[in-house]
């Protein structure tokens, strides 16, 4: 599945931004789908993920209780909402999506999902 995302861009300290992620020409509702980010020279890491079936979420906790993932079924997407951002969330942020993977507290690791898009970059600035 090729995922594309969008809402990437440029935000103020404390602000808020609203990230999406949509298949094409295929559906998410049998995946499970998860949020990376990755600035360079540093290790991609996993932000949230959400499951297929009972919809359980997962945040690091780096971002939790700021970022809330969730999925609309009727519109095949996922979201990434983004708010109090901080320059630290600085990163091109990528989607993820995996059939088989059930999201747990055990974290995440890029090697469970099979398919990814191309990044969206979000900068938070002043």
């Known amino acids: 599945v090729q995922l594309v995302e969008s809402g990437g861009g440029l935000a103020q300290p404390g602000g808020s931004l609203r990230l999406s992620c949509a298949p094409s020409?295929?559906?998410?509702?049998?995946?499970?789908a998860g949020w990376f980010r990755q600035v360079p020279g540093k290790e991609r890491e996993g932000v949230s993920c959400i499951n297929r079936s009972d919809g359980t979420t997962y945040y690091s906790d780096t971002v939790k209780g700021r970022f809330t993932i969730s999925r609309d079924a009727a519109k095949n997407t996922v979201y990434l909402q983004m708010n109090s951002l901080k320059p630290e969330d600085t990163a091109v942020y990528y989607c993820a999506a995996d059939p088989m993977l059930y999201c747990s507290d055990d974290g995440m690791s890029e090697g469970d999902f099979t398919s990814w898009g191309q990044g969206t970059q979000v900068t938070v600035s002043s």
């Open positions: 020409g295929a559906t998410l509702r049998y995946h499970a």
